[in-house]
């Protein structure tokens, strides 16, 4: 066989693998001018594989069909960018859009607002997330005295409404056994406004989803003192389609999927480089994506339905009730997963194996001071220098903080410094992160101070700030 005939054979046909893995089979339709309309969140970073980076490198035009029903069929692809999903909806629900990616709770009222318009959408794909509930977060301004959720009762909390930060907020004010109507004020504000007002120091806290509580915290003005794996509820964002449309154009949602498993193999190879991409396209900054996406980041990156995927789906949905939004919506029956299989059987892969797969992005370097291969991640660090391509990566914290002030007395600058919570085994950014430094002098880092308290108490050390592991790394240097 040869080259061309091979590629045909592996073009060839995306309507009967399609009907292969159960998807609706349409008349062939000669001619057709049709619209592809992706609404995109580009600055929610969870999104960009589904979105920026197919987008910016012309991905999807890569693999859209063009034999069969297609082979006289034009394009008219449009993309619009949406700050959070409930806009996004609005313009799906109204038919402007066909395809468009969000989180799990605004993809919930996705199902609900179709519903309520006598019509369905898909959930179709998961993008990025977190099984073990990282990437929501809670932060205050810098200079205030809170340190944990407990403290914030009787406070006011800024969110984005009708967001997963949203849901996780009310998940988590439910666990701490308070109304969330009587024992904190909830008010609507979105990432844009909510910056400048913790910078101002004019709101108590602010929750807020991917990657705006990081950011805020890179950029100098907030602090995070809750994180969603705190809750241990699952979260993720995907993509979801109008039903009517993915129904009539099956090949056409998978040539999407293939164009976002391109997106995701690109990104792992080379997530600097990615990251860097995002930054130009975004304005958020390559070390908060590369927080999020690089190896052992905050997100994994997955195409698959997990079973704690749904769950989140389905804790979504029930979270609508709290909002008085209840819709006759099933988690089973929302997701569709036939696409999905189908793009990865069209690619070469097993869909059944990374849905067995929880790994996050492995991270394999060597230190860089000692240059031996890092074997154990507890403490793992990170170095991005301004300028060089690639993060350094050090097996220990005290050896990334004695780097960190040669790099400094060198001239350069640093883009980042990443640690890892002990407990939760997060990526953090080590600026505003608690250390417990034990009797043998060894740090360890933690998203919560009470944390850094009860381990430095167990055994026999003392708790630090990050200006306060760097002093007592350097004494003892």
């Not at 979105?190 to 602010?206: C, F, M, S, T």
């Not at 070469?348 to 000692?370: C, E, I, S």
Request: hydrophobic share 40%.
């Amino acid at each position: 066989m040869t080259r061309t005939t091979r590629r045909r054979a592996l073009a060839l046909s995306t309507a009967a693998l399609g009907l292969a893995a159960g998807l609706p089979a349409v008349r062939a339709q000669g001619g057709e001018n049709i619209r592809i309309a992706i609404g995109t969140q580009d600055t929610t970073i969870n999104c960009a594989t589904g979105g920026l980076l197919i987008r910016e490198l012309k991905l999807l035009e890569k693999y859209l069909p063009r034999e069969g029903r297609y082979k006289d069929a034009s394009y008219d692809i449009q993309w619009k960018n949406f700050t959070s999903g409930a806009p996004l909806t609005n313009e799906m629900v109204a038919d402007k859009l066909d395809i468009g990616s969000m989180a799990d709770f605004p993809g919930a009222n996705n199902g609900a607002a179709f519903l309520k318009a006598g019509r369905r959408s898909v959930f179709f794909t998961v993008l990025s997330g977190s099984t073990g509930g990282s990437g929501n977060g809670i932060v205050v301004p810098l200079q205030s005295s809170v340190t944990s959720l407990s403290e914030l009762k009787g406070r006011t909390i800024s969110v984005p409404f009708a967001s997963t930060a949203h849901g996780m907020l009310l998940r988590a004010v439910a666990a701490q056994g308070w109304d969330p109507r009587k024992d904190v004020n909830i008010i609507t504000q979105a990432p844009e406004v909510a910056g400048p007002a913790l910078q101002a120091n004019k709101i108590e806290a602010h929750a807020d989803f991917v990657p705006f509580s990081e950011l805020f915290e890179h950029r100098g003005f907030a602090r995070k003192i809750y994180d969603g794996s705190q809750a241990e509820a699952p979260t993720y964002h995907g993509t979801l389609a109008n039903a009517a449309y993915a129904e009539k154009h099956p090949e056409i949602i998978v040539a999407f999927l293939r164009a976002a498993i391109e997106a995701d193999r690109l990104f792992a190879a080379e997530p600097e480089k990615y990251s860097e991409l995002i930054e130009k396209v975004t304005g958020i900054e390559a070390a908060i994506n590369y927080l999020y996406h690089g190896p052992l980041g905050l997100q994994t990156r997955d195409l698959t339905w997990k079973p704690e995927y749904r769950k989140a789906l389905a804790t979504s949905i029930d979270t609508l009730k709290l909002l008085g939004r209840e819709a006759p919506l099933d988690a089973q029956t929302f997701i569709d997963d036939r696409y999905v299989r189908a793009a990865f059987k069209q690619s070469g892969l097993d869909y059944q194996a990374r849905l067995a797969n929880y790994d996050r992005l492995p991270l394999k370097a060597n230190d860089a001071v000692t240059g031996r291969p890092i074997a154990d991640f507890r403490r793992v660090a990170g170095i991005w220098v301004q300028g060089e391509p690639k993060v350094r990566h050090y097996a220990a914290i005290e050896g990334a903080l004695v780097d960190l002030r040669r790099i400094e007395q060198s001239g350069a600058k640093v883009r980042a410094v990443y640690v890892h919570d002990l407990i939760h085994r997060i990526k953090l950014l080590a600026p505003t992160t608690w250390y417990a430094q034990d009797a043998k002098g060894q740090l360890s880092a933690f998203l919560q101070k009470d944390a850094a308290v009860g381990y430095a108490n167990a055994n026999k050390g003392r708790v630090l700030d990050f200006a306060g592991a760097r002093t007592a790394v350097q004494a003892a240097a």
